[in-house]
């Protein structure tokens, strides 16, 4: 509540008339002055809180803070960003090792999940918004600390990035799109071109590559 709310502008804080023995007798230019006194509607006390800035109301948020962010059976909000990891998503605060990569121009992880309100995930907006296209991923994460690049020519753009799957095993290699379309060569190794896909579909990363949580 603002300050000028706790004063008498409203008619918030009642005026208590002051007590008068049996005995006193009151004048009548006492009287005149106990009623406008009433009329303004608070003391002097109120006065110097308005005036302040302070009150009851001030009392009542810092309770209201002090309560949102602790609690009597000690819980601490995994979500609270002083707790976080560094490897925490900047957007959400999710941070699994196998859900998070970071951008290697900014230096900074992102979770996989998707946007509120849809756009993709919190990796590849922000990837779009700032331009990137370098990603690593985390240390523990079922992959490793890999940078994410071309086996042929080294380009690290994920987003021309994809992988194709081995004829004779169960791994894949990743390859850009482009040296898939124009090197020959690639023809003669045992993998199965014709089967490339790209790590980022609808604005995710796969979620073999990069886990989604929600």
Same mark, same amino acid.
């Not at 608070?42 to 309560?67: M, Q, T």
């Not at 509120?116 to 907006?125: K, N, P, Q, R, Y």
């Not at 370098?134 to 994920?158: I, M």
């Given at each position: ?21 049996? /005995? ?8 005149? *002055?106990? +009623? ?6 608070? /003391? /002097?006390? +109120?006065?110097?809180? $308005? ?7 001030? /009392?009542?948020?810092?309770? *209201? ?9 000690? %819980? ?47 990796? $590849? ?11 690593? #991923? ?9 940078? #994410? *690049? ?8 994920? %987003?021309?990035?994809? %992988?194709?799957?081995?004829? !004779? !095993?169960?791994?894949?290699? #990743? #390859? ?28 995710? %990363? ?5 886990? $989604?949580?929600?």
């Amino acid at each position: 509540m603002e300050a000028g709310e706790a004063g008498g502008g409203g008619g918030g804080v009642a005026a208590i008339p002051p007590k008068v023995a049996d /005995d006193t007798v009151v004048s009548d230019d006492d009287e005149e *002055e106990e +009623d406008e006194s009433e009329e303004d509607g608070f /003391d /002097d006390d +109120d006065s110097e809180n $308005v005036a302040s800035g302070s009150g009851d109301d001030d /009392d009542d948020d810092s309770d *209201e803070e002090s309560i949102l962010t602790t609690s009597d059976d000690g %819980f601490i909000d995994h979500y609270d960003e002083s707790t976080l990891p560094p490897y925490a998503c900047r957007y959400c605060g999710i941070h699994d090792p196998a859900s998070v990569a970071k951008c290697c121009e900014s230096n900074k992880w992102f979770c996989n999940a998707t946007c509120t309100g849809g756009g993709g995930s919190h990796l $590849v907006h922000h990837l779009v918004r700032s331009r990137s296209n370098q990603v690593q #991923l985390h240390p523990e994460s079922p992959l490793g600390d890999t940078v #994410l *690049e071309c086996y042929n020519c080294a380009s690290k753009n994920s %987003f021309v990035l994809g %992988f194709v799957p081995a004829s !004779s !095993s169960s791994v894949v290699v #990743l #390859l850009c799109r482009v040296c898939v379309e124009t090197v020959p060569a690639l023809k003669d190794m045992d993998w199965e071109l014709s089967q490339w896909h790209p790590l980022v579909q609808d604005r995710k %990363f796969l979620p073999w590559l990069v886990k $989604v949580s929600v």
